[in-house]
């Protein structure tokens, strides 16, 4: 049975180590900021808030979201018995639909009813052009979720 190796034998663990003690650190940051009433939104030439900034503010364009500075989300995660299926999803539905009566947004992932292109263009808004030139960029075949998103 092989031994352990002492920490200081094991170089990839160390960086790891230091990668991820920085990946909380960050992170305690990012979250910290806006606690404290530190508005990193936009730049504001300090050190925190500028890294903040360039480090998330476009992380992801195609990341859907209501207009505003704050954002609250919900899920609904349910464990339906099979003859309660239909019923079920028939609700969810409902849930999204009101959400987005009241200016939501959805997160894409999951069970997505979405089944017309003006439905997608709604929910991408002024980003629909960018994920139509995307997509026939990157898929012009249509090989990648074919049907996921109707473009057209």
């Known amino acids: 049975m ?10 990839i663990d160390i960086f790891f180590a230091i990668v991820f003690t920085l990946f909380i650190i960050t ?4 979250d910290m900021l806006p606690t404290v009433g530190i508005d990193f939104t936009q730049p504001n030439g300090t050190f925190l808030v500028d890294s903040n900034y360039w480090y998330a ?8 979201h209501p207009p505003g500075k704050f954002l609250m989300g919900w899920g609904i995660l349910p464990s339906v018995p099979e003859r309660f299926l239909d019923q079920a999803l028939s609700q969810l539905e409902m849930a999204s639909e009101l959400a987005i009566a009241f200016g939501g947004k959805r997160y894409l992932s ?3 009813t979405f089944d017309t292109p003006e439905r997608w263009a709604a929910h991408f808004g002024d980003e629909w052009p960018r994920v139509l030139a995307a997509k026939g960029k ?11 998103i109707q473009y057209a």
């Open 110 to 112: 999951g069970y997505i």
């Open 2 to 11: 092989p031994q352990n190796l002492p920490l200081r034998q094991r170089p």
């Open 138 to 148: 990157y898929d012009p075949d249509g090989i990648l979720s074919p049907g996921f």
């Open 27 to 30: 992170s305690c940051i990012a």
């Open 57 to 64: 503010h476009d992380a992801d364009p195609l990341f859907m």
